[in-house]
C-alpha cells in the first residue's frame, strides 16, 4: 500500500490487514486511497492473498516436524496393554 498507492498511514494499513483478515473484503473500499481509485482494491486484496499463503507455508512446515516427532516417539513407546482395560477415569451423566 505504501509504494503502489502511497498510503503511508500505519492506522490505515492496519485497518486494512485487519478487514483482509477477517475476509471483510468489501470493507477495504471504504478506506481513503483505496476509494475510487482504479486497481487498488485488487491490489490490496491480491497482496493479502499472497501474504497469507507466505505465512500458512511455515505453519505447515511445523505441523509436518511435529507430526514426524510424534510418529518417532510412538515407535519407542513400550507396551501399554495393561492399561487397555474397562476403567472408565471419568463418568459423564
Not at 55 to 68: N, P
Amino acid at each position: 500500500m505504501a509504494l503502489k498507492l502511497n498510503i503511508t498511514s500505519p492506522a490505515l494499513i492496519g485497518e486494512a490487514i485487519v478487514l483482509t483478515g477477517a475476509s471483510l473484503l468489501e470493507e477495504l473500499n471504504t478506506i481513503p486511497g483505496i476509494k475510487g481509485v482504479p486497481g487498488a482494491y485488487e491490489a490490496v486484496v491480491l497482496a493479502g492473498q499472497i501474504a497469507y499463503a507466505e505465512a500458512y507455508k511455515y505453519v505447515y512446515y511445523t505441523s509436518i516436524a511435529f507430526g514426524c516427532v510424534s510418529i518417532l516417539a510412538a515407535c519407542f513407546l513400550g507396551d501399554i496393554s495393561k492399561y487397555m482395560d474397562d476403567h472408565v477415569a471419568v463418568v459423564m451423566h
